[in-house]
Every structure is written in structure tokens, then in C-alpha cells.
């Protein structure tokens, strides 16, 4: 019996079609298993956001109420009383202040209104994922890395964003100094592609030296202006957090000794600042600014490692398109391409003459 050549053998093309097909539709299926998972965070986030923004309100009041009330009774036992109503007045203020201090530790350790902060941003991340995997799946049939890249997403989301507070969990409030939030899959295992001849394509794609260049320059002043400013200020606020977090349970506690050992004027005077820092701390939200520092620093920082990741790209046809690019670009600053295309210009001037340029690349924050 002839045999027939394995190279002679035909595979019917519906088979590879429906094979092709059942791949498309497992594709899409398991990009929608994520949009479902995204959408369930956005949820979750959002009542952590509402739970967190109420305890921040509630704790403030109550801490408050507590340290004033004690304070009331310190001035009372300065002005008189005697025997049981005296000792009543200073053992009550005594307790009173001693509850505040645990309660402000408690809180200055957790800061409600920085983790209200982290939700809402969380929430808007969360949201800005779910129209980019919804746009994916109305615009073409998912690949195999729109998945991956996807899921990579969401898992850094999780980690920047944690729920949890405890198990140390929870992102350190409290860091020996400012660094920007980071929500994104790190890219230092993108592979810079280069021609065989080692040359760089510049032209095509909507893209061109020019484009390039001016690339270039928002990156640099992204990095001396923007970055540098919200990192400078979010030392302060760090700083300024630490000092009050520690300033607000250390006069609580001053004030509780002081009604202990019997000094009521000390613990009145101990009690008033106690009321007023932590109502600076937590009425202000200091956190909540912090925390919006650290989203804005993030924010120019991801900005950056994008222009420089699309520019190490030396193919220009696996870019994305370069009109395209600057057009986001500019939106993200809150300027039009001609004010995108001046910033360039003016930074390209400063630096061939030497000087710096005085102009903060984004117009939002």
C-alpha cells in the first residue's frame, strides 16, 4: 500500500479557520473575565473611598469633642473646687486625655483622609483601564497581548492601590522621603528594537527628526520643572505630616500627665493645642494632599518612561502613530500642539544658550 508524503498532506483551511476563530472568542472572552474584574474594583474602591473620607469626618469630630471636653473640665479645676468634686474634675479629664491620645495615635498611623485619596485615585485608574480594555474590544479582535497587557495592569493597580490595612499591606504613610505613586507594570523588560544595520528609521508613521526632538525637549523640562517641583513640594507636606502626627499625641499625652500629677492649668493649655494640631492635621487633610502629590508626581513619571519607551522604539512602524502620540501628549499637559511645539522650542533655545527655562510643562496641576 503507497503511503503519501506527510509535506503532501493537505489540512482543510475551515479547520484552520475554526481553530483561528475559537482562539479570537478566547481571547475576547478572557478580556471581558478582566473588564468584569476591573469594573467589580471600581466598585469596591469606591465604597472604601466613601467608608475611609466618613472616618476621617467622624474621628476628627470625635477626637475634638473629647480633647475640648477634657480641657473644659482641666480649666474647671483650676478656677476651684474642692475634695471629691475636685478629684472627680481631674480624674475624668485625666481619662478623657488619655483616650484622645490612643485615638490619635491610631489615627495619625492610618491617615483616613490619605487612604480616602488613594481610593478615589484608585477609582479613576481603575475607570480609565476599563474604557481602554472597552475600546480594544470595539475597535479589533483582542491578541494574545492585549490579555497580558491587560492583566499586568490590573495587578499593578492592586499593588500601588492595596485595600487591606493590615498584614503591612497597607502603603507606608509615613516614608523617610517623598517618592511619586507608581500604578503602572514596569518596562524595563521592553526590548529596544534596532535595525540589523543598526541605523534608526525617523521617518514614517507620522513621525520625523523634528517630532522627535520635540519629544525630547517636554521630556527634559518634565524632569527639571514638573517632577522636580511636586517632589520638592511633597517633602514639605511629608515633613509637615510627620511633625504634626507626632506633635498631636505628644501634647495629648503632656495633657494627661499633667491631670494625673495634678497640674490642670498645664493640662488645659496641653489640651487646647492638642485640639488645634489635630484639627490643622486632619481638618486640613494633610495626608489627602500628600497623597495627591504622590498621584501628580506618578502621573509626570509615567508620562516620561511613555515618550522614552515610544522613542527607543527605532522602528517607527510598531509606534503608534506619531500625530497621534503628540496630540495625547499635549491633552495630558492641558496645552494645544502649538503650545506643545513653543515649550519645545523655547527649552531648545534655553539650552543652547545656556539659561533655563522658567515654564512648567503641564497647565492642569
Not at 511636586?230 to 502626627?245: D, I, M, Q, S
Request: glycine share 6%; hydrophobic share 40%; charged share 25%.
Amino acid at each position: 500500500m503507497n503511503q503519501i508524503p506527510i509535506e503532501k498532506i493537505v489540512v482543510p483551511s475551515t479547520t484552520i479557520h475554526q481553530h483561528d476563530r475559537n482562539e479570537e472568542c478566547n481571547r475576547t472572552a478572557q478580556l471581558y473575565a478582566i473588564l468584569e474584574a476591573v469594573c467589580d474594583r471600581v466598585e469596591m474602591h469606591n465604597n472604601l473611598g466613601e467608608q475611609r473620607n466618613n472616618w476621617n469626618t467622624l474621628l476628627l469630630n470625635s477626637i475634638n469633642m473629647i480633647t475640648l471636653t477634657a480641657t473644659t473640665m482641666s480649666g474647671f479645676a483650676v478656677t476651684g473646687g474642692e475634695g471629691a468634686s475636685l478629684l472627680a474634675l481631674k480624674l475624668s479629664s485625666a481619662l478623657l486625655f488619655s483616650a484622645a491620645t490612643g485615638m490619635m495615635v491610631m489615627v495619625n498611623k492610618i491617615q483616613p483622609s490619605q487612604l480616602a485619596e488613594e481610593q478615589r485615585n484608585a477609582v479613576k485608574l481603575f475607570k480609565q483601564l476599563q474604557r481602554e480594555i472597552e475600546t480594544v474590544i470595539a475597535l479589533r479582535v483582542p491578541c494574545e497581548e492585549d490579555v497580558e497587557e491587560a492583566m499586568e495592569k490590573v495587578l499593578a493597580l492592586d499593588k500601588a492601590y492595596p485595600l487591606p490595612l493590615l498584614g503591612g499591606k497597607m502603603i507606608e504613610k509615613f516614608p523617610k522621603s517623598f517618592e511619586p505613586a507608581v500604578w503602572w507594570p514596569s518596562r524595563h523588560l521592553q526590548r529596544k528594537n534596532t535595525n540589523k544595520n543598526g541605523e534608526t528609521t525617523r521617518q514614517g508613521n507620522g513621525w520625523n527628526v523634528e517630532m522627535e526632538m520635540e519629544m525630547r525637549e517636554i521630556v527634559k523640562v518634565l524632569k527639571t520643572k514638573d517632577t522636580e517641583d511636586y517632589e520638592r513640594l511633597g517633602n514639605l507636606v511629608l515633613k509637615t505630616n510627620k511633625f504634626l502626627a507626632i506633635s498631636g499625641p505628644l501634647l495629648a499625652g503632656i495633657a494627661a500627665v499633667g491631670s494625673f500629677s495634678g497640674s490642670p492649668s498645664l493640662a488645659a493649655a496641653a489640651g487646647a493645642l492638642a485640639a488645634v494640631v489635630n484639627s490643622f492635621e486632619h481638618g486640613g487633610q494633610v495626608g489627602m494632599v500628600l497623597e495627591m502629590y504622590r498621584n501628580c508626581g506618578g502621573f509626570f513619571k509615567l508620562l516620561e518612561e511613555s515618550i522614552e519607551s515610544t522613542l527607543d522604539q527605532s522602528e517607527v512602524d510598531k509606534r503608534e502613530n506619531g500625530e497621534m502620540f503628540e496630540m495625547k501628549v499635549a491633552l495630558k499637559l492641558g496645552r494645544s500642539l502649538s503650545e506643545l511645539r513653543d515649550l519645545a522650542r523655547k527649552s531648545s533655545y534655553a539650552s543652547i544658550e545656556g539659561t533655563q527655562n522658567e515654564e512648567f510643562a503641564s497647565k492642569l496641576f
